[in-house]
C-alpha cells in the first residue's frame, strides 16, 4: 500500500550499462500507481542504442536514470559521512572534485562512492531530452537497490544480478561489490510476487525510487540538471495538487452554498404563500367586514336594531293591561323626529317601544307603568303625556318603554 503525498502516478526507469569496447546494454521498465498499488506498465530489456526508447517509452515520461559500466567509477572506502573536495582524493587522488558527479552510498561500516564526470552524465540527459523523455533522477552503479532488497527474495548473503555482485553481513548490511559481466542470477529473482528478468532490477529501483522520492531517501547524485528537473515537476505536481485541493474545496463551497440558498428559496417559496394566504385572508376579513358595515347600516336605515323579539316583548306588555286601558298603537323603534331633523335623514329611536292609547283616568296608566317596570327586559318606562279629549270625552296617552 503506498501513501498517497504529492507522488507521481508513473514513472520510467532506464539503466544504461557502458561495455568496455563503447557498446550499450540498456533496460527499461515503466511503473505506475493503481489502486494505491505500485504495477509494471512495461519492461523492456536488451536494447543497444538510445534511440531505441522510442518505439517502447511514451513521449513525455519522467524518467530516473541509472548508468554504470564504463564511465562509472567505484571505490569504497571507510565510512564517511559526506565527499567534499577535500577528501575526494580518497577516491581519485589528484582529481578535481568539482568536475564530477559524486554519489556516496553508506553500508554499515563502508562508504560506497562512485563517480562519473559531469560532462558524461550530462550527455545522457541531453540524448533523452532530444528523444522527448524527461530525465529526472540519476543513480550510479547498484546502488539503488538498496531502496527494495525488502521488496526481493533473496535470503543469502550474496547478491548476484546481471554481472552485479554483492555481499552482505548477516544484518544485510554491503561488504563488498564487483562486477562481472559473466555474473548471473542462480534463481528467479522476483519482487514481492512478480517474477522478473534479472537485467529488470535496476531500471525497477530507479523507478521505484522516483516514484516514492517524497517518502524515501533516493539513493542519487546531486547531478544538477536531473535534479532541477525533478524539482520543477515537484513543483508543478504540487501546484497541480493544491490547485485540485482548492477546486475541490470550492466546489464543496459552492455545493454547500447551493444547498443552503436552495433551502433558502424553498422556505421563501413557503413563506411567500403563506404571505399570499395571510393577506388573501386579510383582505377576505376587510372585504366582510365592509360587507358587514354596509349591512348593518342598511339595517339601521331601516330601524332594525338587534334579533330580540319583539312582538314577545309587545305581548308581555299587552298581557298586564289593566281593563279600563284602551291601546290604540304601538311602533318599534319610531323614527326620532328632533334626530332627524338635525341629521338630515331619518334616524330611529332604537330599543323603544312606543304607545298611543286611550284612559279615563291617568291612574290607571299608572298602574300600568308599574306593572310594565317589573320586567327584567325593561330598562325604562316614561309616560310622555296624557291629555283629556273632550270631544270623545276621555284621556289620550303616549307612553314610551326603553328595553
Known amino acids: 500500500m503506498l501513501k498517497q503525498l504529492y507522488r507521481f502516478n508513473t514513472a520510467g526507469g532506464v539503466a544504461i550499462h557502458t561495455q568496455m569496447d563503447g557498446s550499450l546494454a540498456i533496460d527499461s521498465c515503466i511503473l505506475s500507481v493503481k489502486q494505491q498499488q505500485l504495477n509494471f506498465d512495461k519492461k523492456i530489456t536488451g536494447l543497444k542504442h ?22 562509472v567509477l567505484t571505490k569504497q572506502i571507510e565510512k564517511t559521512e559526506e565527499i ?6 580518497k577516491v581519485l587522488p589528484n582529481a578535481n572534485a568539482g568536475d564530477f558527479y559524486i554519489q556516496n552510498v553508506i553500508s554499515g561500516s563502508y562508504s560506497f562512492v562512485s563517480v562519473i564526470r559531469k560532462a558524461e552524465a550530462d550527455k545522457w540527459f541531453t540524448q533523452l531530452m532530444e528523444i522527448g523523455l524527461q530525465p529526472v533522477m540519476l543513480s550510479l552503479g547498484p546502488f539503488a537497490v538498496l531502496n527494495v532488497m525488502d521488496e526481493l527474495n533473496v535470503y543469502s548473503e550474496q547478491l548476484v544480478f546481471n554481472g552485479h555482485i554483492i555481499k552482505r553481513n548477516e544484518q544485510g548490511e554491503w561488504l563488498n561489490y564487483s562486477y562481472d559481466l ?58 497541480k495538487m493544491n490547485g485540485m485541493l482548492v477546486l475541490g474545496v470550492v466546489f464543496i463551497l459552492l455545493l454547500a452554498n447551493f444547498i443552503f440558498f436552495s433551502w433558502l428559496a424553498s422556505s421563501n417559496n413557503k413563506l ?39 312582538s314577545s316583548l309587545i305581548d308581555q ?36 317601544i312606543k304607545i298611543n292609547g286611550l284612559a279615563d283616568k291617568v291612574l290607571s296608566v299608572n298602574e300600568w307603568i308599574a306593572r310594565i317596570k317589573i320586567k327584567t327586559w325593561v330598562q325604562r318606562v316614561q309616560l310622555e303625556n296624557y291629555t283629556f279629549n273632550n270631544e270623545i270625552n276621555t284621556g289620550t296617552f303616549t307612553l314610551t318603554i326603553t328595553y
Request: no cysteine.
Open 50 to 71: 538510445i534511440n531505441d526508447l522510442n518505439k517502447h517509452l511514451p513521449g513525455k515520461l519522467m524518467v530516473a536514470v541509472n548508468l554504470s559500466g564504463k564511465g
Open 84 to 89: 567534499t573536495a577535500v577528501n575526494f582524493n
Open 272 to 310: 411567500n404563500t403563506q404571505v399570499s394566504k395571510t393577506l388573501q385572508n386579510t383582505t377576505d376579513v376587510k372585504i366582510n367586514s365592509d360587507q358587514i358595515r354596509e349591512k348593518e347600516s342598511i339595517l339601521q336605515g331601516l330601524g332594525w336594531d338587534d334579533h330580540t323579539n319583539k
Open 182 to 239: 559473466s555474473a548471473k542470477a542462480g534463481f528467479k529473482i522476483k519482487i514481492q510476487a512478480e517474477a522478473i528478468a534479472e537485467d529488470i532490477l535496476l531500471p525497477y529501483a530507479a523507478a521505484f525510487q522516483l516514484i516514492l522520492n517524497e517518502q524515501i531517501v533516493p539513493v542519487n547524485t546531486p547531478a544538477k540538471l536531473y535534479n532541477d528537473a525533478l524539482a520543477g515537476k515537484q513543483a508543478d505536481l504540487k501546484l
Open 317 to 352: 306588555v299587552a298581557a298586564i293591561l289593566p281593563h279600563d286601558v284602551l291601546w290604540t298603537g304601538v311602533a318599534i323603534n319610531p323614527v326620532d323626529v328632533t334626530g332627524s331633523q338635525q341629521a338630515k335623514s331619518i334616524v330611529f329611536s332604537n330599543h323603544t
